[in-house]
């Protein structure tokens, strides 16, 4: 554990706790940004489900991806831009394998466009979006008509 040595007693047991404090990593933090912003989540089937009215866009994430690391460094970059009836929900890949069985997703770094009923409409790699982020991951699942 990476201690602040600033950090006081109070902020110490909240960090003990779990709770996350700034200027300090507990193990059960490591790797994971605590805060994710609006349209942003990790998946949950709940909140997969509670969110059934909205077009969701699964992000089947790998930690050790560096193109996923990329995507989600834009995507937090750039979260404003998320439309308000869009929630884009990160998968786990290495650990939500009956959600990519029942996506027939076979590599990480795949998106998945889900309508209401839980059935995929479109899916897409993010390596063939040529490094555009947010905006392409947007534009793949939501071409404008001509």
């Not at 942003?40 to 994430?61: C, G, N, P, S, V």
């Not at 009956?98 to 479109?122: E, S």
Request: proline content about 5%.
């Amino acid at each position: 554990m990476r201690m602040n040595p600033s950090l006081t007693a109070a902020a110490l047991s909240a960090a003990l706790a779990g709770v996350a404090v700034a200027g300090m990593t507990t193990p059960a933090m490591a790797g994971h940004d605590m805060t994710m912003p609006r349209g942003y989540q990790e998946y949950t089937k709940a909140a997969f489900d509670a969110a059934k009215e909205q077009r969701r866009i699964l992000f089947f994430h790998a930690t050790w991806c560096p193109n996923c690391r990329a995507d989600e460094a834009d995507i937090v970059r750039n979260a404003a831009s998320i439309p308000a009836d869009v929630v884009i929900f990160k998968a786990d890949f290495d650990k939500e394998s009956a959600l990519k069985k029942q996506y027939g997703i076979p590599v990480q770094d795949t998106f998945v466009l889900v309508d209401g009923t839980g059935r995929a409409v479109k899916k897409w790699a993010g390596s063939g979006l040529r490094g555009g982020g947010l905006k392409a991951i947007l534009a793949a699942a939501f071409p404008k008509k001509m």
